[in-house]
């Protein structure tokens, strides 16, 4: 069974403050993702990761950066915390192929930035 | 990019009834459709999902079905039960999300 554990389950953190997100995955999945997911708004990538020290923008990555060195790790980190950034972070890995898998998600971090 | 819509946002039937989400997409080669359900407080799981070399697909009491032509896609739930309630949320290729659709199934 497919598990994806995350660092925290709630965080508050002061604006200006650099955040970091842990998420670990532990079925050797090549690609892992962070999303943000906002009432009304669904889920939004914000950087995905093809394989160790790669990584690509997704749709909304101002103000965020990741970090891949080891294969099951992706870290999300906001050099500096904004307001606007208060949100639930998901992350989620995939088994790599030729073909589309099944995303397996995080339990979520909900970010509380003051 | 891809650009995913999805309709109802709220949608609230009768234990029993059959509930229908739609969804269209904007990238004409986009060929994979997932559907997820998040309960509350809990993360999002894959209910079912179609590539685009079929029309319809169906497990139980869910199917989905998806027209390449017109870019849309729908997941059809039926004989609702009080434990469908949850937000559903289609997606197009792998990323790409709708907005969600929070059902209620009223006993």
Known sequence: DVKVT???????KRTGEKVFLECVQDMDHENMFWYRQ??????RLIYFSYDVKMKEKGDIPEG????REKKERFSLIL??????QTSMYLCASVRGGPSYNEQFF????R???L | ???VEQHPSTLSVQEGDSAVIKCTYSDSASNYFPWYKQELGKRPQLIIDIRSNVGEKKDQRIAVTLNKTAKHFSLHITETQPEDSAVYFCA???????TGTSLTVIP
């Open chain 1, 106 to 109: 995080g339990p979520g971090t």
């Open chain 2, 92 to 98: 197009a290729s792998q990323f790409y999300f709708g």
């Open chain 1, 64 to 67: 965020y950066s990741v970090s």
């Open chain 1, 6 to 12: 995350q660092s925290s389950r709630y965080l508050v």
């Open chain 1, 38 to 43: 906002d009432p009304g708004l669904g889920l």
């Open chain 1, 111 to 113: 970010l509380t930035v």
């Open chain 1, 79 to 84: 050099e500096s915390a904004s307001t606007n």
């Open chain 2, 1 to 3: 990019g891809e650009n």
